[in-house]
């Protein structure tokens, strides 16, 4: 960076890098930051990375902590993820967990959009939450989505226990008030943004 003379960076950072909170808000100065997957410590690394950078030579930086971003073009995620198993097998849906896994999710659109609002106030160092101001949804309402969407007929099978994978947050709390205190807000919650990634991805996929 510093050799090529980057003027400014705007890294796309995680929810992940927060570790397990269970019920706790989750705001940006939270601490310790403890991530218990490999892709919350990587993002983690990285922002730490570049805060060091900003303090010796970096002009700027944006550090944007998505939630679950979800939309088209989808190359995996849940919902992908769920279209692609029904495609395959349309009698039965396998939910990794037990579907009460709850998350907050955002759709690209509103992401893109929250992105360049923030790239346009000043500062040199700034950190958002990025998300929609409820707590999200469960793994269980979006499979029903997905089966009622592509094969209405499915059965759902659910695992055992509220985590999917090992690393998997079952529930968190996701605080953006400091993006709403900037003036920035959302179009769609967690359901409205789940429901039309639904029906973008299944058009997408069952078109093949």
Do not use: C
Not at 11 to 32: M, N, V
Not at 102 to 118: C, G, N
Request: hydrophobic residues 40%.
């Amino acid at each position: 960076m510093r050799r090529h003379e980057i003027p400014e960076m705007h890294f796309a950072s995680s929810s992940a890098i927060y570790g397990d909170l269970g019920e706790l808000e989750i705001h940006e100065d939270i601490g310790p930051l403890q991530p218990i997957s490999n892709y919350g410590a990587m993002k983690l690394a990285s922002e730490a990375q570049i805060r060091a950078a900003v303090e010796a030579f970096l002009p700027r930086a944006d550090i944007f902590r998505f939630p679950n971003v979800i939309g088209v073009p989808a190359t995996h995620g849940v919902i992908f993820d769920f279209i692609r198993k029904l495609k395959a097998t349309p009698e039965q849906l396998q939910v990794l967990g037990d579907g009460t896994q709850q998350k907050a999710y955002l759709h690209v659109d509103d992401l893109i959009d929250a992105m360049l609002h923030v790239s346009r106030i000043e500062g040199r160092y700034k950190v958002f939450n990025i998300g929609p101001k409820d707590d999200g949804v469960t793994v269980r309402m979006i499979a029903q989505t997905v089966r009622d969407r592509v094969s209405p007929r499915a059965d759902i099978v659910f695992g055992e226990g509220n985590r999917g994978w090992v690393g998997d947050v079952p529930r968190f709390r996701y605080s953006t008030q400091r993006l709403a205190a900037s003036g920035w807000s959302p179009q769609l919650d967690s359901t409205q943004a789940m429901v039309r990634a639904v029906d973008e991805i299944a058009r997408e996929e069952l078109a093949e």
